[in-house]
């Protein structure tokens, strides 16, 4: 018996681990729905997935290597000749998915040490595994100093900081609002990254105006990630995951607190794109994207999540416009 909402909570409540952190949970996830699933053949076994599917992604939406197990998984069950055969494919796609990750973000992160030399200072956001990989390997080459923005409202950053100093480098840490202050001198802006799509890279919130100082202050941006954050073209990026206001602050009165943990970073802010195969450009990003599978049931989701979004944006636009005529 399998019982989705209690397999699914989990990676709901988990608000501050990087993607590669949520979905080795999700592929946990997958994985136990397979074996445990009441199914009395693959195609039930497919249903039962699929609706796990819709929900994993509906806790975590911005994680696109969730979507790439979940292609993998389905893809895996077109052909599976029975049910038991169909529930050891997906454990195994699920189980080499958790291993996979791990080598993944390893290569990405021995290429982004690869472009640092002793005594480079660098500036990040938030708190990704696959760049605290990097930055740890660099330290141990040479020495290295990171500024860590603290990564409001859960303070990510400083789970990251801790980590670097606990491993010898030598780490500052700073409130977001000073990120530009902190730019000079130093060699790049190192972003994570949770999903690549068409409309550019989605990371934590900050992203964008970091970069944008940065550019000003001549400093490069580079992105580490790896080809399990690439989405199929089409396939939605959602930003419009709302988080508990209680988060950011308990303000008096009615007053409405906005908090979304993701923002859109474009592919012209960003000089340099490191993946587990290498640096890329955004041109040969496109092209790597191209081809990737996407099975009808993630088909569904993304449009039944695109059609959200699209009326989600259209209520706050309406609420905007009430509130600027009322306080006309």
Same mark, same amino acid.
């Given at each position: 018996m399998v019982h989705l909402d209690a397999l699914v909570s989990p990676l709901r409540a988990d608000v501050v681990s990087g993607a590669a952190v949520v979905s080795r949970t999700a592929a946990e996830?997958?994985?136990?729905?397979?074996?445990?699933?009441?199914?009395?053949?693959?195609?039930?076994?497919?249903?039962?997935?699929?609706?796990?599917?819709?929900?994993?992604?509906d806790a975590q939406p911005a994680m696109a290597p969730v979507v790439t197990l979940l292609a993998r998984v389905f893809a895996e069950l077109d052909d599976a000749p029975d049910l038991d055969e169909a529930r050891r494919r997906?454990?195994?796609?699920?189980?080499?998915?958790?291993?996979? =990750? %791990? +080598?993944?973000?390893?290569? #990405? &992160?021995?290429?982004?040490?690869?472009?640092? /030399? *002793?005594?480079?200072?660098?500036?990040?956001?938030?708190?990704?595994?696959?760049?605290?990989?990097?930055?740890?390997?660099?330290?141990?080459?040479?020495?290295?100093?990171?500024?860590?923005?603290?990564?409001?409202?859960?303070?990510?950053?400083?789970?990251?900081?801790?980590?670097?100093?606990?491993?010898?480098?030598?780490?500052?840490v700073a409130v977001d609002a000073s990120m530009a202050l902190h730019l000079p001198g130093c060699r790049a802006v190192v972003l994570g990254a949770d999903s690549?799509?068409?409309?550019?890279?989605?990371?934590?919130?900050?992203?964008?105006? =970091? %970069? +944008?100082?940065?550019?000003? #202050? &001549?400093?490069?941006?580079?992105?580490?990630? /790896? *080809?399990?954050?690439?989405?199929?073209?089409?396939?939605?990026?959602?930003?419009?995951?709302?988080?508990?206001?209680?988060?950011?602050?308990?303000?008096?009165?009615?007053?409405?607190?906005?908090?979304?943990y993701f923002e859109m970073l474009p592919f012209d802010l960003v000089e340099r794109v490191v993946t587990d195969d290498g640096p890329l450009d955004p041109l040969t990003l496109s092209e790597r994207r191209h081809d990737l599978p996407l099975p009808a049931e993630l088909a569904r989701w993304a449009a039944r999540r695109a059609g959200r979004s699209a009326r989600d944006a259209e209520h706050e636009t309406a609420g905007s416009s009430d509130t600027h005529k009322n306080r006309r």
């Open positions: 996830v997958v994985r136990r729905v397979a074996v445990r699933a009441d199914a009395g053949s693959p195609a039930e076994l497919r249903e039962v997935l699929d609706e796990a599917a819709c929900r994993i992604l997906v454990a195994r796609v699920a189980e080499g998915f958790r291993e996979e =990750l %791990a +080598r993944r973000s390893e290569r #990405a &992160g021995r290429h982004l040490s690869d472009l640092l /030399d *002793g005594g480079d200072r660098v500036l990040t956001l938030s708190d990704s595994s696959t760049v605290r990989s990097g930055l740890l390997r660099a330290a141990e080459e040479g020495g290295l100093s990171v500024v860590c923005l603290e990564s409001r409202p859960l303070d990510e950053g400083l789970r990251l900081a801790r980590v670097l100093a606990e491993g010898g480098v030598g780490v500052t690549v799509g068409d409309a550019g890279i989605v990371n934590k919130v900050g992203s964008v105006p =970091l %970069a +944008r100082c940065a550019r000003a #202050a &001549g400093v490069p941006v580079w992105v580490v990630t /790896d *080809g399990t954050k690439f989405l199929p073209p089409g396939f939605p990026q959602p930003l419009d995951d709302d988080r508990p206001g209680e988060e950011v602050s308990r303000p008096p009165g009615d007053a409405r607190v906005w908090n979304r």
